[in-house]
């Protein structure tokens, strides 16, 4: 699906039928079989923008009115409702209550170079008030699995380090899933060596950039 792994089928759940399928390249994509469906679906992406992570919740029977839940790294996400005859979309209600829009750290998908020639991607998260050039102290975040990926989405645990002023890098390193079964296998026998390679470049990479405070 576009260069990623599928990892969810949509169904009507009315019918049971399976009319699409989504999956994670580093923002959220939906793609449904039904070209007027597909068609619904990418104005809906156009009218919410940008760096928006938008899932299918609910739909009316005629498929006329469509809830979704759209999400960012820098946002908790709100249900949204899409009324295909007016072509509007308007927010109903926050997926998270009390969470403050104001001092989130600001999100990026970073490119780095391993020590082996393979163009390997981060997500790095600034801290709230600290310019996305400067230096702060860094936090090298891994995931566990390996099989397994990080997401380029709303995570309260990141958000809550870098409103303590850390900068948070998350690896996607070699035997990470998402990325097709041969980048997954790369990491088998790999443990505490290629794989390990990549988090560590990824942490070089950053301190030679000179965003990881010396101190």
Request: charged residues 25%.
């Amino acid at each position: 699906l576009d260069g990623m792994d599928a990892d969810q089928t949509i169904l009507n759940r009315r019918t049971g039928e399976i009319i699409g399928v989504a999956g994670w390249k580093h923002e959220r994509v939906s793609r449904f079989f039904d070209p007027a469906l597909n068609a619904r679906w990418q104005r809906i992406e156009e009218l919410l923008g940008a760096q928006k992570n938008v899932s299918l919740w609910s739909v009316s029977d005629d498929f006329s009115r469509i809830v979704v839940i759209a999400t960012s790294p820098t946002d908790a996400g709100f249900y949204h409702l899409y009324d295909t005859e007016t072509d509007t979309i308007r927010q109903i209600f926050p997926r998270i209550d009390r969470v403050s829009r104001r001092n989130l750290g600001q999100a990026e998908v970073v490119s780095y170079t391993s020590r082996y020639g393979e163009t390997l991607s981060a997500y790095g998260t600034h801290p709230h008030g600290v310019a996305a050039d400067q230096p702060a102290p860094l936090l090298v975040m891994v995931h566990g699995g390996p099989h397994t990926r990080d997401f380029f989405d709303y995570n309260p645990r990141i958000q809550f380090l870098t409103s303590r002023g850390y900068r948070v890098i998350q690896p996607y390193f070699r035997g990470s899933t998402g990325k097709g079964r041969s980048f997954m296998e790369e990491g088998y026998g790999e443990w505490c060596q290629k794989l390990q390679d990549d988090v560590d470049d990824a942490t070089l990479f950053m301190q030679n950039k000179g965003l990881a405070s010396p101190e």
